[in-house]
Structures are given as C-alpha cells and as structure tokens.
C-alpha cells in the first residue's frame, strides 16, 4: 500500500508531511519518558524485521491480486504506539529513499496511513480494550486480528481520500474505493494471522515485553536479548531467501488503479516538484525495486543480451533481491536504533 507520486498533488503531499512531522515530534517527546537500552536494541530489530517482511508479497486467492505485511500493529503491540509510529517512519523512509518503494512527495501520506491508523486508532480503542489488564492467548489472537483488519481498511480509506482529493489522477471515489477495501480486508485477515502469532509467540517468551508495552515503561529487568537475536535472524532469512518467494501479483493499491484505469501504474507530472522528487528518488535509490540497477541505452529501455524475455522463475533466486533485504534490514535496524539511542541520550541530559 506504498502510495507513488502520480497519485498525490503537491498540496495534499505537503499536508501530509506535515501532519507525520508534527505526529513524530510528538512520539519523540513521549518516548524519551520510556526509553532505556533494551527499548533502543528492539526498535532497531523490529525494524529490519517489519522490512524484511514488507518484502514478502503473498498471493490472495481469486484476485489476481497480492498483498504485504504493513506491521504497524505489530510494533505497537510490542514496543507501544509512540516508538512504533517512529519505528514504521524510519522502514518507510529507507524503502523510498534507497529502494524507490512509494515516491518522496508520497511518504508523509504513506507513514500516516501504515504507522497513524494502528498505533493511534486501532492499537488504543481496539487491541487494548480487548486484552486488558490479564491478557490470555485468546484474548492477544482477537484482539490482534480485528486490530490489524481495522487499521489496514483505515489506510487503505486514507489512500483512497488522498488520491481524490489531489485530483491528478482522475481516480472516481466510489469506484476507487469499492476495490480497494474489500482486497485490503482479504490482505488484512492475513496480516491478523500474522501478527498474532508473532505476538502470542513472544507473549510465550517474554510476557513482559508486552506488559511493559501496554503500561508505556521503560523495558528496565526484561530480558530481551533471546527476542532481539532471534527477530533478527528471521529478518536475516526472510530478506536474503524467502523474499525470492514473493508474489509477482500486483499489490492491492496497484491491483485496485488497474481496476479503474486498466493499468497498475500511472504517468506522474514530468514537471515541478514532481519532477523534482523523481530525479532525487533516481539519485538516492541505489537497489530500486529491490535489485541491482539495469543498464539503460539512450532510449531509457533496459538492455538485455536476449530479444526474447525469459519467462518468470518462481521462486525468483536473485543476488540483487538477497542484497538489497540484506542492505535494507541492516538501514532501517541502524535508523531505528539511532532514533532510540539518541532519544535516551536526550532523556539522561535532562
């Protein structure tokens, strides 16, 4: 649900930005009253773990469709809405940075819809209300699950205005959203599924971390060092190798545009800021798509040894995919984690 830049204005993209950077001073402001070094060492593994997993598209049945983990959720539940909204921001602002994954102008809309929704509307009025005080593994799996189904509709509805309100890309509100909420609710059951079993697993090892989550304490006595290493190992398989096994389907934004418009892309302005931000974007994303760059012949078109295309091999074992969730994971960790360590270090000057 990585918003590009031919769907956003430059008004909207500003106001968007704007609302995340005021969101995110916020965080910054309350993180430093929980912060400590265990909350920095699981912010940073969080964060390549969420990247590592955005890179997995999983195929939805009957669609022709594929969707991705958004992980919002996730990290509120274990690390509290404040970090986890900074946590998301920094995986979000890697990908389109250095992967070209959602466009610059985009990502103040992109950090809203997949960090805002779960941490601040469906974290506190959903997952809180149904765990409690005495959490239990049926209490943490509801929970979970209506959580992530309810955030991810809030940002797919958050794409749909944003896109009709910069009233480029000429997308009809009614049509527009009748695709995208019912393919974001089938992608949404999956990442439910998803985020309550990666919960109810660490609720198993180390309950505390979600108590001290739920309470918005420094995670000061909880061992964290089993979790961290053993979050980072998954992120360390799922970049390098199982992302060879994503889907090829177009996504559900993507799948829902050409619904509309018969294609899964659009044509941006080629001028003003978005021109602009396209030739940064070109500049700065060194693995885009998650691959090595293509060598280009004047015309703009890739060159290839061979006139006919090679069909697709599924799983797609590729060099450039493995290095760029090997380079990505390893960004965000230290992005995140730098975040952390220097919130802490503001809290122990004070």
Known sequence: ????????????????????????????????LEMDD??????????????????????????????????????AILLGPYAAFLVMASVLTVQALFFADGGLLALGCNIFN?????????YPFIYKKIVGKIPTEKRIFIASMLA?????????????????????????????????QPIHLAIGIVEGLVTAAVVIFIWKARPDILRYSLEAKPLKGVM?????????????????????????????????????????????????????????QEKSAFLPDYGFKTNENEHGTAES???????????????????????????TLLTAGCIGLLLRRKKTTV
């Open 1 to 32: 649900m990585h918003m590009a830049d031919a769907l956003i204005s430059p008004a909207v993209g500003g106001t968007l930005w704007a609302a995340t950077a005021g969101t995110m001073a916020y965080c910054c402001r309350k993180v430093k």
């Open 38 to 75: 265990r909350k920095v060492a699981l912010m940073g593994v969080l964060g390549a773990f969420i990247f590592s997993a955005q890179m997995i598209n999983f195929t939805i049945p009957a669609t022709g469709s594929s969707g991705h983990l958004g992980g919002g959720m996730i990290l």
């Open 224 to 280: 964290v060092r089993n979790v961290a290493l053993g979050l980072l190992a998954v992120a360390l398989v799922t970049g390098t190798a199982l992302s060879w096994f994503a889907s090829s389907r177009l996504d559900g934004l993507e799948w829902s545009i050409e619904g509309v418009t018969g294609s899964g892309e659009l044509q941006e302005p080629d001028h003003g800021i978005h021109e602009s931000l396209a030739a940064i």
């Open 114 to 122: 997949l960090a805002f929704f779960p941490c601040f509307i469906a």
């Open 148 to 180: 992530a189904v309810v955030g991810l509709q809030l940002g797919a509805l958050g794409v749909v205005i944003e896109t009709v309100a910069s009233g480029i890309s000429e997308l009809p509100f009614t049509t527009f959203l009748l695709l995208m």
């Open 305 to 331: 040894e061979s006139v006919t295309e090679a069909p697709a091999q599924w799983p797609a074992v590729d060099a450039g995919t493995s290095t760029a969730g090997l380079v990505g994971g390893l960004l």
